[in-house]
């Protein structure tokens, strides 16, 4: 029904509105329940993204919320028997420790792979080990692939080369970690650089070091030098 009223001029509509049909409605919400539903595997999701606020934290030398990500993650990946996300948590731990230039054995996530078997995560685990096999690079990440067979081999154009096109970020962090005495200037400079735009504090705090130690200028020494203590005296 329509009415439509005059005021100064001007016609004004109004129109009830039409009959709401409840069926179509109850069915309209429950689609939309349905596609706001949370996954089933809830905990997995949830285990995964404190995982990777854990590697973020870290790198950027947040200690206490990356200790704090860190333990939820593993808490949330022991809702489940299944043990390949808490072990996935443990690698990136292992990795992050790679990535200060610390030998690691990553004693818990061999412990948890002898409890549940997996392949590829022995095979990322061996390469963190620098124990890493020909027959295992497939296993590999793609993105480490090139790198690892040059690794391997004590390729170091080979390992240069592979590290200047590798992505993410991350993954060309600990590769170059893993070879850094293998790395040429270039190398350590463009991860120098990516680092320093990400502000990853904690590894650049290193590297920077590193290209210290190896810089012959005596005035680039003093710059690095300057920048090094800027960076470590502020926490």
């Not at 593993?74 to 299944?82: C, D, G, P």
């Not at 040059?150 to 592979?162: M, P, V």
């Not at 096109?165 to 293998?182: D, N, V, Y």
Request: hydrophobic share 45%; charged share 20%; aromatic share 8%.
């Amino acid at each position: 029904m329509l009415i439509i009223l005059w005021e100064k001029k001007e016609v004004i509509m109004f129109s009830y509105p039409k009959p709401i049909n409840l069926l179509f409605l109850i069915s309209m919400l429950f689609m939309n329940a349905c596609s706001t539903a949370q996954p089933q595997n809830k905990w997995e999701y949830d285990a995964v993204q404190m995982a990777q606020a854990y590697q973020e934290a870290f790198l950027q030398g947040n200690h206490l919320r990356a200790q704090i990500e860190l333990k939820h993650a593993r808490a949330k990946a022991t809702q489940s028997s299944n043990l390949k996300t808490l072990i996935d948590i443990e690698l990136i731990h292992c990795a992050m420790q790679v990535c200060l230039f610390k030998q690691q054995v990553c004693q818990k996530a061999s412990e948890l792979l002898n409890i549940q078997n997996n392949k590829n995560q022995w095979a990322y685990l061996n390469l963190l080990n620098a124990q890493l096999n020909l027959g295992d690079i497939h296993l590999l990440p793609s993105q480490y692939h090139r790198f690892a067979l040059a690794f391997i081999k004590k390729d170091k154009e080979g390992i240069n080369t592979s590290l200047a096109h590798m992505k993410p970020l991350s993954s060309r962090l600990i590769a170059s970690s893993l070879a850094k005495e293998m790395l040429n200037k270039d190398n350590i400079k463009r991860l120098i650089d990516e680092l320093a735009f990400r502000g990853y504090k904690k590894p650049l705090i290193l590297w920077l070091n590193l290209l210290m130690q190896e810089e012959h200028d005596k005035k680039e020494k003093q710059r690095l030098q300057a920048k090094i203590e800027i960076l470590t005296s502020y926490k």
